[in-house]
Structures are given as structure tokens and as C-alpha cells.
């Protein structure tokens, strides 16, 4: 088992055998939401790799809204908008000498967790590491968030990073300004 310097995180070596006498990690699917936010994820996929054969799967969720009576799926993010983002961030991958490949995938907008979860599972990933975005900790107890929702529903392991700015951070909250008074 690999020990990083950051507190509380261990991943398994990718050469070790898992229960079952099966090889270990040799599939990962990386779940993108742009290419500034896939350097966190693909800096961890390459300390679970090591020198390790391992092949990554860089995936982005083209997310549509559902058809209204009488009208088709709307997209806001057309098809070829949607391949460039694994696309840029295939470069980022292979700087750190990391195999890829890329594919997008639809769902609908409440369905992005279970769509990334059957995804890996179509592919047959031994894991999964995406980002978790930083927001206020009750949107994400009210809301609940997409890294949550893939844990519950994966078949594998899921890895949850930080964004690229380094450690999560609360969200600033609301704060009344202080009320002037008017002079007399």
C-alpha cells in the first residue's frame, strides 16, 4: 500500500493482487467536468498508477434537460463542445505518462452520478477518482453532491480529490452589510 503525504490517504499499489486472485487496479475512470478541473484527479490516477499498466478512462457527462411535452432533449452544451473537453484534457493525461482514452456520455441532469456509475461498470473500472468541488456543507446534506451519489452507487472504488486550488474550502457565507444611518 502506497502512503502519500497527505493526511489519511492510502491507495493500494496497482500491481497488488485484490481478493479473488484477480490483478489490481488496472482500469480507471476519471469523470471530467472541464479541463482545469481534471489536473486534481489526474495527478492522483498517476500516485495510484505508478509504474504500474494501468489505462484511464477520461469521461465528460453531456447533460440535457428533460423534454418538455411536444419538444425533443435540450443540451446546453452542443456535441462537439461536449468531445472537447475530454479532448484538452487527454494532453494533461499524457504528460503524466498515463494511457487514455476519452468518451462522453448523456444523461439527464439529476442523473449525472448513476450515469458516471454505470459507465464504470460498462468499462469494467477498478476505480474511480474524480474531483469534489467545495461548497457549503449543508447544500451538499440538503442536495447531497455527484462525488456522494457515485460512492453509493459504484461497483468499485471511488477516490474523491480536492480541485486543483488545493485543500476544500467553505464557501464564503452571506453576510449582511451594516446598515448606514442618515444624518439628520
Known amino acids: 500500500m502506497t502512503v502519500t503525504h497527505e493526511p489519511g490517504v492510502a491507495v493500494p499499489d496497482a500491481g497488488t493482487p485484490v481478493p479473488g486472485g484477480r490483478p489490481g487496479i488496472r482500469r480507471i475512470l476519471v469523470p471530467i ?3 482545469d478541473q481534471a489536473v486534481g484527479p489526474l495527478a492522483a490516477a498517476a500516485r495510484v498508477c505508478g509504474a504500474a499498466n494501468v489505462l484511464l478512462c477520461l469521461v465528460h457527462v453531456r447533460i440535457y434537460d428533460p423534454p418538455l411535452r411536444g419538444s425533443a432533449r435540450f443540451y446546453p452544451q452542443t456535441r462537439s ?4 473537453i475530454p479532448d484538452e484534457a487527454l494532453p494533461i493525461a499524457w504528460a503524466y505518462g498515463l494511457p487514455a482514452a476519452t468518451a ?3 444523461a439527464r441532469r439529476r442523473e449525472v452520478a ?3 456509475a454505470r459507465q464504470a461498470s460498462a468499462w469494467r473500472a477498478d476505480m474511480i477518482i474524480m474531483t469534489r468541488r467545495p461548497g457549503l456543507a449543508i447544500c451538499r446534506l440538503v442536495l447531497g453532491s455527484v462525488p456522494d451519489q457515485v460512492m453509493r452507487a459504484a461497483d468499485c472504488p471511488v477516490l474523491a ?3 486543483p486550488g488545493g485543500a476544500l474550502r467553505a464557501a464564503t457565507p452571506y453576510r ?4 448606514r444611518q442618515a444624518q439628520a
Not at 463542445?81 to 472537447?84: C, D, G, L, Q, Y
Open 104 to 106: 462522453v456520455i448523456a
Open 33 to 35: 467536468r472541464s479541463a
Open 81 to 84: 463542445e461536449a468531445a472537447a
Open 161 to 163: 480529490v480536492p480541485p
Open 114 to 116: 448513476s450515469a458516471i
Open 176 to 179: 449582511r452589510r451594516p446598515v
